[in-house]
């Protein structure tokens, strides 16, 4: 099955840049998604196809994806976007299809 | 614009059926554009994607899952439903429905349209697997 790997944690003081990467093999042919995901609430899409922004979503928050790896970058960090975040592909090369990362905590410090 | 609910029992008792249902509203269940996903999350875990379903009927389901999952549509109601069976403590999870948007895909030279995004998101229902 395909897999995509994030790291378990990252952490970023306010006002700097946060990177969270998501890797799976060749997933640069691949739409990725991100998701994040605040303690008890439900998640909420912030980008998808690898680099749109839905709307609502602050242009702090962007995407870039090639080869190996898919990268959710998170400017001018705030507080409030400490959260989990997922990175998210449809893959039908092995009939698991939808497939999540396992997760990234971005600690704001 | 969209709204998922999902309703249904809070508590399942092993070996039995845990039924869920997601009710939309802001638009409608028959839409050509959208696929209508569960997707589960165990206390403290990651997001575990259960299946997709289509308007039509059509469904795709986690394989890990699929002995034991069925997704239908009810677009009369404009509603979807999860029955997953012979439930365990594993099961244990807070349960959530999305609509998923329909996008390209391509592989192997071909394109074509599946289920990718999902937004918008239910507020997820905790279903807890206890006798």
């Known amino acids: 099955s395909y897999v995509l790997t994030q790291p378990p944690s990252v952490s970023v003081a306010p006002g700097q840049t946060a990177r969270i990467t998501c890797g799976g093999n060749?997933?640069?042919?691949?739409?990725v998604h991100w998701y994040q995901q605040k303690p008890g609430q439900a998640p909420v899409l912030v980008v998808y196809?690898?680099?749109d922004r839905p709307s609502g979503i602050p242009e702090r928050f962007s995407g870039s994806n090639s080869g190996n790896t898919a990268t959710l970058t998170i400017s001018r960090v705030e507080a409030g976007d400490e959260a989990d975040y997922y990175c998210?592909?449809?893959?039908?090369?092995?009939?698991?299809?939808?497939?999540f990362g396992g997760g990234t905590k971005l600690t704001v410090l | 614009q969209l709204q998922l609910q999902e309703s249904g029992p809070g508590l399942v008792k092993p070996s039995e059926t845990l039924s869920l249902t997601c009710t939309v509203s802001?638009?409608?269940?028959?839409?050509?554009?959208?696929?209508w996903g569960w997707i589960r999350q165990p206390p403290g875990k990651g997001l575990e994607w259960i299946g997709s379903?289509?308007?039509?009927?059509?469904?795709y389901y986690n394989p890990s899952l699929k002995s034991r999952v069925t997704i239908s549509v009810d677009t009369s109601k404009n509603q979807f439903s999860l029955k997953l069976s012979s439930v365990t403590a594993a099961d244990t999870a807070v349960y959530y429905c999305?609509?998923?948007?329909?996008?390209?895909?391509?592989?192997?030279?071909?394109?074509?349209?599946?289920?990718?995004?999902?937004?918008?998101w239910g507020q997820g229902t905790l279903v807890t697997v206890s006798s």
């Open positions: 060749n997933i640069g042919s691949k739409s």
């Open positions: 998210q592909v449809w893959d039908s090369s092995s009939d698991h299809f939808v497939v």
């Open positions: 802001g638009g409608s269940i028959s839409s050509s554009s959208y696929y």
């Open positions: 379903i289509y308007y039509s009927g059509s469904t």
């Open positions: 196809d690898d680099s």
């Open positions: 999305a609509s998923q948007y329909e996008a390209g895909y391509c592989s192997g030279g071909s394109c074509y349209l599946v289920p990718q995004r999902f937004d918008p």
